[in-house]
């Protein structure tokens, strides 16, 4: 497995003075929009935040209690749109698959950059629309936080440093992935390393 998707994890103690450029979060959103997408639809939105800009302010101020002890200390928030029409269940569906395929190259390209990135649903998405003045047949799915790891997590709120000490760990992969039956290992166990 490469190395960007194996070291990737989903921090909170990031450095509040850090900072990410135009230049890189233009790299990162971008790489989000060359997502495959569903019959070529493109239904992938951005509402892009640099810290001490009114847009983040503006994030921030649509997150809710989990998210806004930390995510506030992020370099960046974006904010992760799709389409939204729920009479067209297959165009929902497909909105959402894109949105996070979107989302997933962006984490990559970001941990490509040196960055960590750390998507969240805990935002309030009728806020978020009445703040950036969201179409109604677009919805916020995905809030990212972008940011750079505190240097020194012994300077972190204990409450942010105890959750990110947590061991990184996925279920065994012979019991999500299946052949010829459910719950029928469809591989042994990937080698260490």
């Known amino acids: 497995m490469h190395e ?4 990737r994890w989903s921090a909170r103690g990031y450095d509040p003075s850090a900072t990410v450029s135009v230049e890189d979060i233009t790299t990162i959103v971008d790489a989000g929009r060359w997502a495959p997408t569903w019959g070529r639809v493109q239904p992938v939105r951005f509402i892009v935040g640099l810290r001490d800009d009114p847009t983040f302010a503006a994030l921030c101020g649509v997150l809710t209690r989990g998210n806004s002890g930390w995510a506030p200390r992020s370099a960046a928030l974006v904010l992760v749109c799709t389409t939204d029409d729920p009479d067209d269940a297959k165009a929902d569906t497909y909105g959402a698959v894109d949105c996070g395929l979107a989302v997933a190259q962006m984490i990559l390209q970001a941990e490509a ?7 969240m649903a805990g935002f309030d998405p009728v806020a978020a629309r009445d703040s950036f003045g969201i179409p109604a047949d677009k919805r916020p799915l995905v809030l990212l936080g972008i940011g750079v790891l505190a240097a020194d997590p012994t300077s ?3 409450e942010i440093r105890a959750r990110d000490e947590k061991p990184r760990s996925r279920l065994p992969l012979g019991e999500v992935a299946f052949a010829g039956h459910w719950g029928r290992a469809a591989f042994s166990e990937p080698p260490k390393g």
């Open 4 to 7: 960007l998707i194996s070291g």
């Open 113 to 119: 950059l040196g960055f960590n990135a750390h998507p």
């Open 156 to 158: 972190l709120p204990e």
